[in-house]
Nanobody, 122 residues
Framework: QVQLVESGGGFVQAGGSLSLSCAASGLSFSDYTMGWVRQAPGEAREFVASISWHGTSTYYGDSVEDRFTISRDNAKNTVYLQMDNLKPEDTAVYYC???????????????WGQGTQVTVSS
């Protein structure tokens, strides 16, 4: 059974930083690309970042480019999202996802975590 478990969400003031982690189990981690997708209340899911199988390629959504960094450690079956210079509009539930293709389209991910709340106050 595949499990993706996010951690590290919380409450932070604008301009601050948070680091999210996602621990994967039940799959051959290096065979999957990994991504982060977020969803704010009443909004559609929004692509945040993705990383290739061995971390050589990364992609970011326009709204987080130059502020967020995705990375992975295949030895630990874990993907990370470092979020700096956070803004109130970054407030959302952040989901970790695994897929076979390197994609920016949320619906193309196969497995999803349960999500972790990130709240940024102004």
């Amino acid at each position: 059974q595949v499990q993706l478990v996010e951690s590290g969400g919380g409450f932070v003031q604008a301009g601050g930083s948070l680091s999210l982690s996602c621990a994967a189990s039940g799959l051959s981690f290096s065979d999957y690309t990994m991504g982060w997708v977020r969803q704010a209340p009443g909004e559609a899911r929004e692509f945040v970042a993705s990383i290739s199988w061995h971390g050589t390629s990364t992609y970011y959504g326009d709204s987080v480019e130059d502020r967020f960094t995705i990375s992975r450690d295949n030895a630990k079956n874990t993907v990370y999202l470092q979020m700096d210079n956070l803004k109130p509009e970054d407030t959302a539930v952040y989901y970790c996802a695994a897929g076979r293709m390197l994609t920016q389209v949320p619906s193309q991910y196969r497995y999803w975590g349960q999500g972790t709340q990130v709240t940024v106050s102004s």
